[in-house]
Each structure stands twice: as structure tokens, then as C-alpha cells.
């Protein structure tokens, strides 16, 4: 009997992963594609209560969904913008998803290309990602690594397939706890809602945090 109930469990687990796994791969195609005109940009005015002569709102997208999310949080918000891009490309189509989870397997840190910032000058910073992996890409970590956050303000924002944050806020939390940073209540946007306007959806979340 225990036996039974052991081989459908392993059964129902195996037909779970199976799914996911498609799921990922054939609902890739949301993706708005990244928008080539969307330059990094210095020194927008905000129209929040933060000092934008101190925000920078950075973030990575590989397929556009992100940095749709980042252009309105920086529409709202002000400050710097940049975009995290990786000195070595990513691979395109279904290679990206055996290359990104040997990544983290591995626990890699890209190299960034250069930012252009002097992070000194900020107090508080969005960072955008998509959820990969039930996770941040790893690139995330590579700016974590390279820039000195201490006592910062950090404000998470992603696009995911239905992982919500995933636990990214308490993760970056944990890895960042030597820098005394403060990280606030991130956004997780589905990917299936990014082709909508997001302007009230990010006005809300900046009235819940305050700042406006
Ligand atoms: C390699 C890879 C892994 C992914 N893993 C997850 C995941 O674990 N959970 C999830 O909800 N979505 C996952 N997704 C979906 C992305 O988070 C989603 O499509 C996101 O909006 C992509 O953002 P972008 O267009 O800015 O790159 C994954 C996508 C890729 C390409």
C-alpha cells in the first residue's frame, strides 16, 4: 500500500515538473521584446516625494517585459535610469533555459557592462528582474557584488510566469545584510498583465510605500 501511494506520488511529481517546465517554454513568447530606443537616461524629475536627484532605477530584462515595468517606475519616480546588461550575451530561444539554470547551478556571477553610475549618489534604488528559476537572475547578484550598497534603500520590482516575487525580497535581504540595507515591498507584475498600462498598478505601490 505505501508502496502504491509512493509510486503515484513520484508519478504526479514527475507529470508537475514535465508541465512547469513546458510552461516556461512555451510561454516565453509573452515577452514584448526589448525596445532598442529605451537609451539610460540622467537626472529625470520625479513626481513622487523622493528626492530624485538620488534614485536610480535599474533593472535587467532579457526579452522586454521588465524593462517595460522599469520605463513606468522611472515615468513616476525619476532619477537615473539604467539597464543591467550582461558583457556576454545571453543565448537566444530554448538554449537560454539550460544556460540560465547551469548558471545558478553553478552560482555564476556574469560580468556587467559598465553602469555609468557613481552609486554614492544614490540613497534609494529600484531594481528590476525577471523571476528565473523561482529566483533573480544571477546577474542580480553580479550588481550586489560590484556596487557598495550600504545603508541603502532598495526597492525590488519583477515580471514573472506566476512566481510572484518568489522570495526575492527576503533573499536579497539575507545577501545584502552586511551592507545594512533597508528593502522595501517589492512589485511582481505577471508577464501576462505587462502589456496593459501599469501606471495605477505602480501609483498604488508607491502610495503603499509612501512615497507618494
Ligand atoms: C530561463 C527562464 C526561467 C524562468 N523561470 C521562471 C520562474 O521560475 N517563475 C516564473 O514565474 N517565471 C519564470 N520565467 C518567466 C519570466 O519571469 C517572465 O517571462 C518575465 O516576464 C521575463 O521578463 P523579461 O522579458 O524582462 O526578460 C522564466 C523565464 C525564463 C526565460
Known amino acids: 500500500m505505501k508502496k502504491k501511494i509512493l509510486i503515484i506520488f513520484a508519478v504526479i511529481c514527475v507529470i508537475a515538473a514535465g508541465a512547469g517546465y513546458y510552461f516556461y517554454r512555451t510561454q516565453r513568447n509573452v515577452s514584448v521584446g526589448l525596445n ?63 544556460y540560465t539554470k547551469n548558471e545558478q547551478e553553478k552560482n555564476g556571477r556574469p560580468k556587467l557592462k559598465d553602469l555609468n553610475i557613481d552609486i554614492s549618489h544614490y540613497d534609494t534604488i529600484f531594481i528590476g528582474y525577471p523571476i528565473w528559476w523561482y529566483t533573480y537572475p544571477q546577474i542580480i547578484l553580479s550588481f550586489f557584488d560590484q556596487y557598495d550598497l550600504s545603508n541603502k534603500t532598495i526597492i525590488p520590482f519583477v515580471t514573472h510566469g506566476g512566481s510572484g516575487m518568489s ?46
Open 167 to 212: 522570495g526575492t525580497k527576503e533573499d536579497m535581504e539575507e545577501y545584502l545584510k552586511d551592507e545594512n540595507v533597508t528593502v522595501k515591498e517589492g512589485l511582481a507584475v505577471s508577464r501576462t498583465d505587462i502589456e496593459k498600462s501599469q501606471k495605477e498598478t505602480v501609483e498604488d505601490w508607491l502610495k503603499e510605500l509612501g512615497y507618494k
Open 36 to 98: 532598442k530606443n529605451i537609451q539610460d537616461e540622467n537626472g529625470k524629475k520625479g513626481k513622487t516625494s523622493l528626492d530624485s536627484s538620488k534614485v536610480l532605477v535599474v533593472y535587467f530584462s532579457n526579452g522586454g517585459n521588465t524593462q517595460k515595468l522599469a520605463k513606468e517606475i522611472y515615468n513616476q519616480v525619476g532619477g537615473d535610469f539604467r539597464q543591467i546588461k550582461p558583457v556576454k550575451a545571453y543565448p537566444k530561444g530554448n538554449k537560454l533555459y539550460d
